[in-house]
């Protein structure tokens, strides 16, 4: 799992981020100039401590929490970077044509109308995994199998400046026993004009009704 914890003070940074780019250091190679020693001592020891560095015959290296927190933070301020939402979006459809819809609860759009979707998880195996515990999270079935449809990313803007962007991950599922509720909807293609729906909803689902797999880009003004 991932760890949300910023690393806030500035040794600290400069220590992660000397480390970055080498596999072992010396403690002479990673202390800054000017600091103190047993400051800098102090705060190395704080980031072994919190499972952030490790230390063996070779030096100091970053552990596997370290890698983790480098891999999601900007190069030059040391800070998570607001990243895109990485999602599996399920198109569940029925024989006779109607198309699973999930009502949104929160914000963004909360009680617009969407395929039903969730993140994908670090510890996800695959993007079927994915799709199959999503339909079990949200929809209460279990799947045997789930298809890739395609990709489309999603970037959402409000006066002009970027709300939110998605890449998501458009998986079939194949499932009947879902029942109409307060949040889920069977709903025709032909009716869809008549929900308040969430950005690009209209859009993937005639993507869905292609026969190739497919990749597009939606750009939406709110």
């Known amino acids: 799992m991932f760890d949300n914890e910023v690393l806030n003070h500035h040794i600290e940074r400069k220590i992660i981020h000397a480390l970055m780019f080498t596999e072992y250091a010396r403690f002479t190679d990673l202390r800054p100039k000017g600091v103190d020693s047993n400051l800098f001592s102090y705060h190395l020891k704080l980031l072994i401590g919190r499972g952030y560095v490790a230390k063996n015959d070779r030096g100091y290296t970053l552990s596997h929490k370290g890698m983790q927190y480098v891999d999601r933070v900007s190069t030059a301020g040391m800070k998570p970077r607001t990243q895109p939402k990485i999602i599996t979006m399920l198109f569940v459809q029925k ?128």
């Open 95 to 222: 024989p006779d044509g109607a198309i699973l819809l999930q009502r949104r609860s929160k914000q963004p759009h909360i009680n617009t109308w969407t395929l039903p979707y969730g993140k994908i998880h670090i510890e996800d195996e695959s993007l079927e995994n994915a799709a199959i515990r999503e339909a079990s999270e949200k929809l209460g079935s279990s799947p045997a199998v789930a298809q890739h449809l395609g990709d489309c990313y999603i970037r959402v803007a409000h006066s002009g400046a970027v709300e939110n962007t998605t890449l998501a991950h458009v998986m079939a599922v194949r499932t009947t026993e879902v029942l109409a509720k307060d949040t889920l909807a069977w709903v025709h293609a032909v009716d869809l004009n008549n929900l308040p729906l969430a950005p690009a909803v209209r859009q993937i689902v005639a993507c869905c009704g292609n026969s190739r797999l497919f990749f597009e880009e939606f750009t939406v003004t709110t």
